[in-house]
């Protein structure tokens, strides 16, 4: 007994004067561990499930290291949401600029905080001020990191250190390093589990793709997904803005579009969804996610025709929709004057833009093999049309604890000829305002 007594005693006193690390967790409702940090750091708030120790020594300012360059910024601490005024995006009242890269694999991959923010440093030091990323992970199985778990017809919200936990970090780590978010909440196609885990679950096997955005069951089950996720960061400023989804169509990965899908299908969806998201959170900005097709029946170009469900201008009218997204990859598009084709894409884009009032992002575009200089090309039309922003796909890191974030073929690597480009194109765009 006295010997029981003792190890409960060391077991308290050890639990007692443990001390988080630097970039560790310490602090949010259910957390059991320690709540003091290191010498140096200072636990602060991010959102009610997850406090950091952050370096600094005091909760007004958190210190975003840059672990490739020689000086430490002083980041003041995040307040305020990103507004919209005209085409353009503000912050408290003073221009914001929208540029960045993607970064979907920021809370999925299980990297440790210092891999996270060894990857927000590579991302700050190209001049970004945004990244998006995914806030979905639909899964049938346990197993490692996701969000979202379905046992036959029933889905619970995983808000473990394996689930949103990881969502947290994320948010935690980008608010630390003074950038913001943009959340995509699903997926069109079938990485992370995406919109056919709902209708398969639901419906059975053999659904067409675009019965979620029809089927009564599949959108009370995405909208009670979507409460969730929103609902617990309604008061997150780090979060820029929710996306409906990441590319939207009427067919899927694996799965065909019924009879009856038309642009209108997607674009009542849309306009369902975004208000759904504007009742239950009031701070946040809305998009769709999509690739910015335009509807033009007739056209020779798949992108012009309307054929994948998308028409572009009809989504910028949706009043609940704050901006508009685009993306462009003509290389794998089978477009072979790419770069010419490119200037036109975002020109169109452009012109949108103007006669709705609103911004639009280039929020998606890549080519593979030798591309500094058609970027340059890509980043110079931007400029002349006055497109509000961008952010390339994708953003990469290297010297991880396991390597470096995922290639695809497109990432942008510090060492990259493009990632000093990017550099130039930050500072011409926050100089334009």
Not at 166 to 191: E, F, K, M, P, Y
């Amino acid at each position: 007994m006295i010997r029981s007594t003792i190890l409960v005693l060391a077991l308290s006193l050890a639990s007692a004067f443990a001390q988080a690390p630097e970039w560790g967790q310490c602090g949010g409702q259910g957390w059991t561990g320690p709540t003091t940090c290191v010498a140096g750091t200072v636990c602060t708030f991010s959102n009610d499930f997850y406090s950091q120790c952050l370096p600094g020594t005091a909760t007004t300012t958190v210190a975003a290291t840059t672990t490739s360059g020689t000086t430490t910024a002083s980041v003041p601490a995040q307040t305020g949401f990103v507004q919209t005024s005209g085409t353009r995006f503000t912050l408290n009242g003073a221009p914001y600029t929208v540029f960045g890269s993607n970064a979907y694999w920021l809370p999925l991959m299980g990297y440790s905080t210092t891999d996270i923010n060894k990857a927000l440093d590579d991302i700050v030091a190209s001049g970004a001020t945004t990244v998006r990323t995914w806030g979905f992970n639909e899964a049938t199985a346990a197993n490692g990191i996701y969000f979202h778990l379905w046992s036959g017809t029933t889905a619970t919200v995983n808000t473990g250190a394996n689930g949103l936990g990881a969502l947290d970090t994320a948010i935690a780590a980008a608010q630390a390093h003074g950038l913001r978010l943009i959340v995509a909440l699903t997926n069109n196609w079938s990485d992370y589990g995406g919109m056919d885990v709902y209708a398969k679950q639901l419906l059975g096997a053999g659904q067409p793709h675009d019965i979620f955005y029809t089927n009564p069951t599949i959108i009370a089950a995405f909208k009670t997904y979507v409460q969730a996720v929103v609902t617990r960061y309604a008061n997150e400023p780090t979060i820029m803005a929710w996306e409906l989804a990441n590319e939207p169509r009427c067919s899927g990965t694996n799965t065909v579009a019924s009879a009856t899908c038309t642009v209108s299908t997607i674009t009542t969806w849309a306009a369902t969804m975004s208000a759904f998201i504007k009742s239950i959170d009031k701070n946040h900005l809305v998009a769709l996610g999509d690739e910015g097709f335009f509807n033009q029946p007739g056209s020779a170009d798949y992108m012009y025709q309307g054929s994948a469900g998308i028409d572009f201008a009809a989504n910028m009218k949706i009043s609940t929709l704050d901006f508009g997204t685009f993306h462009m990859y003509p290389q794998t598009w089978g477009e072979s004057n790419t770069v010419p084709w490119g200037q036109q894409w975002i020109t169109d884009h452009a012109a949108v833009m103007n006669s709705t009032n609103k911004p639009v992002l280039l929020e998606e575009f890549g080519l593979t093999g030798t591309r500094n200089a058609s970027y340059a090309t890509w980043y110079q039309t931007i400029l002349s049309t006055g497109l509000t922003g961008d952010l390339i796909w994708q953003a990469g890191s290297t010297g991880l604890q396991n390597g470096q974030t995922p290639d695809d073929g497109y990432a942008i690597y510090p060492t990259d000829a493009v990632y000093a480009l990017m550099k130039s194109h930050a500072a011409a765009l926050k100089a334009r305002g």
